[in-house]
């Protein structure tokens, strides 16, 4: 099993710009996570989806911040237009229903630095 | 809503010394409980879960930790740390009733030294 999958890993922008952060989840999990981690802030949940649906978006920061989840095996965090406090490690994780409900396997993150 | 408190923000441990990290949650109803870890530069990994029958849950790398129902606790313990234990462990929970996200802990920084 190949994993959460992120890109970039790495993301360097200025400030102003449009950015946008990829994750593939492990197939035939049917849910979605997208988390923000800083040193002042910790592990923040910004978003999941189930079954392709937004279910709870509450911890999305700011207008700036969009996701999608076209199909189950896709989703992107975009961030329009990018600010210096965006500045973060984005993570990705995705779970199953079915099984070990609530479980979460996490990809291995996307280090995004605004200039 | 539930919520998660981790006592610790850092603990400095010498190699051999024996570690208990503090969890206590806040949730009326019955719940799930992990325990995360995050070695430096790297992604949130499994350490051990506990959803229900015995207590006393064993996980990976000699790791264990209690749920004691009484006390909303779910400390995580180790009897003897190694100088690769050094990173960051999160506590996490969710309810068990319908499906809800998980809520981590603010994390603890171990270091361990050699």
């Known amino acids: 099993d190949a994993g959460v999958i992120q890109s970039p890993r790495h993301e360097v922008t200025e400030m102003g710009q449009e950015v946008t952060l990829r994750c593939k989840p492990i197939s035939g999990h049917n849910s979605l996570f997208w988390y923000r981690q800083t040193m002042m802030r910790g592990l923040e949940l910004l978003i999941y989806f189930n079954n392709n649906v937004p279910i709870d978006d509450s911890g999305m920061p700011e207008d700036r911040f969009s996701a999608k989840m076209p199909n189950a095996s896709f989703s992107t965090l975009k961030i329009q237009p990018s600010e210096p406090r965006d500045s973060a490690v984005y993570f990705c994780?995705?779970?199953?229903?079915?099984?070990?409900?609530?479980?979460?396997?996490f990809g291995p993150g996307t280090r995004l630095t605004v200039t | 809503a539930q919520s998660v408190s981790q006592h610790n923000h850092h603990v400095i441990l010498s190699e051999a010394a024996s570690l208990e990290l503090g969890c206590n949650y806040s949730y009326g109803g019955t719940v799930n409980l992990f325990w995360y870890v995050q070695y430096p530069g790297q992604h949130l990994q499994l350490l051990l879960k506990?959803?229900?029958?015995?207590?006393l849950v064993k996980g990976i790398k000699g790791f264990e930790a209690e749920f004691i129902k009484s006390k909303f606790s779910f400390n995580l313990r180790k009897p003897s740390v190694q100088w690769s234990d050094t990173a960051e462990y999160f506590c996490a929970v969710n309810a068990k009733s319908g499906y809800s996200t998980l809520t981590f802990g603010k994390g603890t920084m171990l270091l361990v030294s050699p």
């Open positions: 506990y959803f229900s029958g015995d207590p």
């Open positions: 994780a995705s779970s199953t229903t079915s099984g070990s409900p609530h479980e979460q396997y």
